[in-house]
Structure formats: C-alpha cells, structure tokens
C-alpha cells in the first residue's frame, strides 16, 4: 500500500473527530465511526478483485469480489431472458479504490458544500463501493434519463431489480427515506449472497452487518435465507 493511500485510510478511519478530504475540507467523523452519515469500509485489496467478462459493464471496467461477480452475471443472464428487460440491463460503477472515490466525492458540484455532496457520494473510506461487493446499475438504452433516480425507477429493469435482484443475493443499500439520510439509489446494490451458506456470504454479511442491522435495505435479501 502506497504512502498517500495508507494517510488516506489512516485520517478517514482512524480518526475520531475529522478527515480530511478534497484539498483540505473536513468531513466531520462521529464517534460512531460514521463520516457525514456514511459507515466506514476501507478499501478491498487489488488481489481480491476480478473483471467483469465483455458484455457486463456499459463503461469503463467493473471489477468486484469473484462471488459477487459470478452473482452478478447470473443476475444479468436472468435479465437477459425477460423479453422486457432484455439488453437493457449493465453495470455502470463496480468498485472504485480510495483514490478513486475521492476523485468521485470531490467532483465540482455547483453551490454544493460537503453535507449536500455526500447525500448521493459517499467520502472516501466510507463507500461501499470499497468493499468490492456494490455496484451501479445503469439502464440502456438511456432514453434521456440519465440515470435520475425517478426515471430509471419507472423503467421496467428497475422493476425487475426490485423483483428478482435478492434471488441472487443483491439488495437495495438506499431505498427511499432510509434512516441513514442517504439519498435514495436505486441503482446502488450490494451483494450479501442468496444464502447465508453460499461461498463468500459470510464475509459479506459481515462487512455489512452493521448497515443491515441499523439501515436495513429494500428490497432486502431475508434474513432467514
């Protein structure tokens, strides 16, 4: 791990009172761990990543834990048999480093401060996007929509999502008016596997224990499973 990388992870984790982020603002970190509302992940290691095959993500490479990925073309796979949904479904943002989540948090926002930003971006250190089990759906053809949160809700791969997504071990981290105060997503969805038995579950359950617990998702993969 590189020196900056490590400051980073240091300041936005280890911190108990602020990081430091986008050239010197402070993002206030409470003494529950949280980061302007946003639970701390860190950053998976490289090692433990694979890329997506052709065909997954619509830009750029998505790359995600080897289980989640595998779910993850099922899923798509499943999509890709309903006559409504079929072509329309890909991944748009799988994990992003630490580095990158900062580039992503400290992107110009016009007459944002840091507590507007981070309602739809995460700080750096506190995505979970970092654990390499979430990932951004996107819908194409974008007919103008552009991903708005209540356009893409209104499309039919949406709906599927809702319907089908926890089958193979995705739930919905932000449904709307969620308790953590995160703007509702319903293109962010984090795998937590099918089945607590299922290769890889457990360690993702683990990870998102405490979101599971104090910020459940919707739809959300059940608890008995």
Known sequence: MGLRRFLLLFLLIASPVEAQVCGGTSA??????????????????????????????????????????????????????????????????????????????????????????????????????????????????ADGCHDAEACMAAKPAFRWLRENAPRFGFELSFPPGNAQRVKWEPWHWRWVGASATEPGAARARFIFARARREFPADPAVQAKE
């Open 28 to 141: 206030l970190v409470t003494s529950d761990g949280r980061a302007l509302g946003h639970l701390p992940y860190g950053d998976v290691a490289p090692g433990d990543l694979v890329a997506a095959p052709p065909g997954v993500a619509i830009l750029g490479t998505c790359r995600l834990r080897p289980e989640a990925m595998a779910a993850l073309q099922r899923l798509l796979t499943a999509a890709a048999g309903d006559p409504a949904v079929e072509g329309q479904l890909y991944a748009l943002s799988c994990h992003r480093s630490l580095e990158s989540q900062e580039a992503t948090f400290c992107k110009p926002r016009a007459e944002a401060d840091d507590g507007d930003r981070s309602i739809s971006v995460a700080p750096p250190g506190h995505s979970e996007h970092g654990t390499g089990y979430a990932l951004d759906f996107t819908v194409r053809p």
